[in-house]
């Protein structure tokens, strides 16, 4: 399952995040009417999952209310079949008790789950803006330096236990190596079932660097520690977002991009939408020979629940 090449490439997209600003790109989308269209055109050009945060329409800041998500998850599942996958990681001040909402309220096929505690730090990229959009965004930025983002084993637990009738899956995301071995710990008390599937997040500082060596440590310490369990996905922040993605398509993996991860669709030239880095990612897997899975062909390798039994 890990390693296999022959298997079809699943395409996330990450469509808002909480770490970018409506100051750093235009097409940052915040408002219901943006996160859905882009969402929508993300999956047209061929996302199979849908990572979805919401935000605050007025200003762009970061939200957990269930109201900002409502506002677009609907419109998401009427117009497209791909796999809504909600966000639990959506504010770092809020506890994970807290975090959990969205998911147990829209009870999506899948929702992240942060596998550690990091220093989650984007504060470097306020030194580039001298003029911010809102007022929010700057410090919002500057206080990721000291922001510890928690992520405890007694959270990653009782986070389990909390959407175990829900039957999500999760996307763990992996900031570093030591963060597979908590996710080993918590398939070994039995928290989470196979198949797993791991999002390897490279080029966060805090976590483990963007670098073809770390992807190759990460990969081999997976298939040591789950076998045929897991299925993998690698996101890489910034500049590293197309390397790492075309990378681990090649090693049997599959790929995360998206504006939560990279603002930016070639150097120096920021992306129009989600929808452009989608397409052209998959214009460079296929010319590598891969093929793209549909949004059942993931919930088929991912054994999800189905599109029809969500909340929403
Ligand atoms: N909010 C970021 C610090 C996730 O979606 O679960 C982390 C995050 C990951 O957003
Ligand atoms: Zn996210």
């Not at 797993?196 to 440590?217: A, K, T």
Request: some cysteine; overall charge neutral.
């Amino acid at each position: 399952m890990a390693s296999s090449r022959n298997r079809k490439t699943i395409i996330t997209c990450a469509v808002t995040g909480a770490i970018h600003t409506p100051t750093m790109s235009d097409a940052l989308p915040y408002t219901a009417d943006e996160i859905a269209r882009q969402a929508i055109e993300a999956a047209e050009a061929g996302a199979a999952i849908l990572h979805l945060h919401a935000r605050n329409p007025k200003d762009g800041s970061v939200s957990i209310e269930l109201g900002d998500f409502n506002a677009f998850l609907p419109r998401i599942k009427q117009s497209t079949e791909a796999v809504v996958n909600i966000s639990t990681g959506g504010d770092i001040s809020k506890t994970v008790a807290e975090r959990l909402g969205p998911a147990l309220a829209f009870s999506p096929e899948m929702c992240s789950l942060n596998m550690g505690s990091i220093n989650f730090a984007f504060h470097r990229m306020a030194a580039r803006y001298d003029k911010w959009k809102f007022d929010w965004e700057k410090a919002y930025v500057e206080r990721s330096e000291g922001a510890i983002f928690r992520n405890t084993f007694k959270d990653l637990r009782e986070a389990a236990e909390a959407l175990r009738p829900h039957k999500v899956r999760f996307e763990h995301e992996c900031y570093d190596v030591g963060h597979l071995y908590n996710l080993k710990f918590g398939l070994d008390q039995g928290w989470f079932k196979a198949p797993i599937f791991i999002q390897f997040v490279m080029g966060i500082l805090g976590g483990i660097g963007p670098e073809v060596d770390n992807l190759v440590f990460m990969k081999r310490t997976a298939d040591r520690l789950f076998g045929d369990q897991y299925h993998w996905s690698v996101l890489g922040a910034g500049a590293a977002q197309l390397p790492l993605a075309i990378t681990a398509a090649q090693l049997g993996g599959h790929v995360r991009v998206g504006l939560e991860d990279s603002l930016y669709i070639s150097r120096g030239r920021l992306a129009t939408s989600n929808a452009e880095q989608v397409h052209k990612v998959r214009r460079l897997l296929e010319d590598l020979g891969h093929e793209i899975a549909t949004p059942d062909e993931a919930r088929e390798m991912l054994g999800l629940k189905g599109g029809d039994s969500v909340a929403f």
